[in-house]
C-alpha cells in the first residue's frame, strides 16, 4: 500500500467518524468521503488534498479544514466525550469553554489566540478558536441556531494538550492551570492596552 493510500484511508477513517457522529453530518457523507476511484487519482498523481469543505449547524460560510489537522486530530476525534458539557474531553485533549464570539473577550487578549504554552512536562495550553472539537461537541449537543448561532465559530475554548496518556493531569490540577493562565492572559492583556494607550499619547 503506497503512503498517499494510506494517508487518504485515515482521512476517510475521520470523516467516517464524523459522518456517524451526527445526522447533520451523515447528510455530507457522500460528498465527504473519498471514493475508490478518487483514492486511485490521487495516488497516480502522488498528491494529497490540501484542504476539505463542510458544512457545521448554524454556520452562514463552509468550514474549511487541513487535511493534516484531520490526520492529526484522528485519535481525538474519534474519541470525543461530551457527556459534561463544561469540560470536552478527547484522548489527549481537554477544551474548556470560556468566552463566545461577540462578547466583550475580558478573559483574554485577541494576540493570545491559537499560541500555547508549556505549562507542565508534556502539556501544553493555549485559547484557540474554530476548533474542529468543539463544534462537533456543540453540534451533539444541538448549542446552536440553524438560522444565526454556529457550532464552530462562535466559541472561544482553552485547550490542554497532552503528549501522552500518562500526563493527564486530574481535573482540578487542569483547573489550576487553567486559572494560573488566566492571570498571566490578564497582566498581557493589561499590558497591550497600556502599550496602546501610551503610543496614543506619544503620537507615535
Known sequence: MSQIREQLGKINAVLTSICDWDEFFENQRDELL??????????????????????????????????KELQELYDDILSIDCSNPSCIKTKLRRYYIVEISGSTRDFFPEESIDIHHTV??????????????????????????????????????????YDSEERILPRDEEQKILFAMAMIWEAWRDAVQSATVGNLKTGN
Open 34 to 67: 473519498f471514493s475508490q476511484e478518487v483514492i486511485d487519482e490521487y495516488e497516480e498523481e502522488e498528491l494529497l488534498p490540501e484542504e476539505i469543505d463542510m458544512d457545521f449547524p448554524g454556520e452562514v460560510d463552509r468550514t474549511t479544514i487541513e487535511t
Open 120 to 161: 507542565a512536562p508534556g502539556v501544553s495550553m493555549g485559547v484557540v478558536s474554530n476548533s474542529i472539537i468543539v463544534g462537533l461537541a456543540a453540534t451533539k449537543l444541538g448549542e446552536y441556531d440553524s438560522d444565526y448561532w454556529g457550532t464552530i465559530s462562535q466559541y472561544y475554548a482553552v485547550e490542554i494538550i
